[in-house]
């Protein structure tokens, strides 16, 4: 690591610049991330965190300070440990890399609020990157059930968002979904659909209709409505959405695996059970060839197609992916994840019925 120190100084007086051999770790690391490799992201990550804070030592000794965007760096790469951390189930962690970037993200707002000279760009994009950390601690919160102060800070965000950007500027849309979604698990539907509606509104009218974010929403308006029993409305997007995703997606993508998966929910709630199982099958499929056998969607996929069969009395189909889902969960998350325990629960379950039949 002294040496990646090192030669990065002299990278930089060739040419090259600290902020690119940063992007190069969060950017490898991002990758990590998006292939549930978690091990190898979190390393990349610490690495550039170790890095930047050698810079700050190497900047002590020689009587420097280093300046704002040092220190935005660190809070960005808290930020995005904060998200893994959280999609890992390692909430405790998540919420102390989140807080921390919190931390240095007010000092920075603080210094350049006090001073005249400062950047007024360079103020809003603090500001903007201060809500989007918010945003993914309101997440954060709603994940662990503390739904009051995950709507506290998702509304404090929303504020300063608008304040900013104004009412209908599509970068507000984030924070309206995740809010939507907070009320959804709260049974806040008319709440929630009004959230959605609006910021799908903005997305067809910023990015497109066929746009990947857009689609998203939808695929959440859509699963609102599943929720309420309106599954003609609901049927309808996840088609719509569905088709879309055909059109602009590769064959095998997790996105499109996750739309097709929810239509097969659809259909299952409805008891159309010939037209769900091949949408289960076709989306267990594309998570194994593009994630491995071993990837948590795959593990994911596996339960669900499980609890289908257990709904229906196909017990012996059942228990062998019930048996796998929970392998998969723990083996990726080896220190576990409430995934586990819920996967668990559902085999359990399920060995349940099995024995009261016997």
């Keep these: 690591m002294f040496e990646h120190f090192f030669s990065l ?3 930089k007086k060739s040419g090259s610049t600290v902020d690119d051999f940063f992007l190069a770790y969060i950017t490898l690391a991002g990758i990590y991330q998006f292939q549930g490799k978690y091990d190898e992201a979190e390393a990349q990550y610490n690495s550039a965190l170790t890095i ?19 220190y935005k760096n660190v809070s960005k790469i808290l930020n995005n440990l904060g998200w893994m ?28 609020d006090d001073d005249p000279l400062a950047d007024r760009n360079e103020i809003f994009n603090l500001y903007i990157f201060y809500t989007t950390t918010c945003s993914n601690v309101g997440w954060l919160y709603t994940e662990q059930g503390r739904y009051k102060e995950a709507e506290s800070i998702y509304l404090d965000s929303l504020e300063i968002k608008e304040y900013l950007l104004g009412k209908d500027h599509p970068h507000i849309a984030p924070v309206l979904n995740n809010l939507a979604w907070l009320y959804y698990k709260l049974n806040r539907h008319e709440d929630a659909e009004a959230l959605y509606l609006r910021s799908l509104e903005m997305k067809e009218k910023t990015i497109g209709k066929d746009h990947h974010d857009t689609s998203s929403t939808r695929h959440n308006l859509a699963i609102l409505y599943q929720e309420q029993g309106r599954y003609k409305e609901a049927e ?6 569905l088709a879309i995703r055909e059109k602009t997606l590769i064959e095998d993508d997790m996105n499109l695996a996750r739309c097709i998966e929810s239509l097969a929910s659809l259909y299952a709630d409805q008891h159309r059970y010939s037209e769900a199982e091949p949408l289960y099958l076709r989306s267990l499929a594309i998570r194994e060839k593009v994630g491995g056998q071993d990837n948590l969607y795959v593990g994911q996929a596996l339960n669900n197609l499980a609890v289908f ?11 062998p992916l019930h048996q796998r889902a929970v392998a998969i969960m723990k083996k990726n998350f080896p220190g576990g994840h409430p995934s586990i325990d819920l996967y668990q629960k559902n085999y359990d379950f399920l060995k349940q019925n099995m024995a009261e039949q016997k």
């Design 85 to 112: 951390y959280s999609t890992q189930g390692r909430y405790i962690e998540s919420e102390d890399r989140y807080l921390h970037s919190l931390s240095i993200q007010q000092a920075l707002l603080r210094k350049s």
């Design 236 to 241: 309808s997007i996840f088609l719509c959405d």
């Design 9 to 11: 100084e002299n990278e």
């Design 52 to 70: 930047l804070k050698m810079i700050e030592i190497n900047a002590k000794i020689e009587g420097r300070t280093v300046d704002g965007d040092h």
């Design 309 to 319: 069969y257990g709904h229906q009395g196909r017990h012996n189909e059942a228990e």
